[in-house]
Nanobody, 115 residues
């Protein structure tokens, strides 16, 4: 069983930055995509950014130009750099790997943007 462990969440003021990281507990094979999703209170989980391996990177319109995703397949890690954070970025952030014929999810890390 694979566990994805996120780190780097926290409390930040508007305009600030955070870096989220996600690591797998073992080597994962046949990774098709690595990405980040988020879920705000009372809302559905939504895509933030996704690396489609060998194809392209997709960002939600709301984070384009502010967030940057990067991944290392060999190390089974994915990172989300978040700049110019806004109140509306407050949510629980989950990393996701689409691999080995299934979806793997992390436990989530809280990001709170507040003054």
């Amino acid at each position: 069983q694979v566990q994805l462990v996120e780190s780097g969440g926290g409390l930040v003021e508007p305009g600030g930055s955070l870096r989220l990281s996600c690591a797998a507990s073992r080597n994962i094979f046949s990774i098709n995509a690595m990405g980040w999703y988020r879920q705000a209170p009372g809302k559905q989980r939504e895509l933030v950014a996704n690396i489609l391996i060998g194809r392209r990177i997709v960002y939600a319109d709301s984070v384009k130009g502010r967030f940057t995703i990067s991944g290392d397949i060999a190390k089974n890690t994915v990172t989300l750099r978040m700049n110019s954070l806004k109140f509306e970025d407050t949510a629980v952030y989950y990393c996701n790997y689409q691999a080995e014929g299934r979806d793997y999810w992390g436990q989530g890390t809280q990001v709170t943007v507040s003054s």
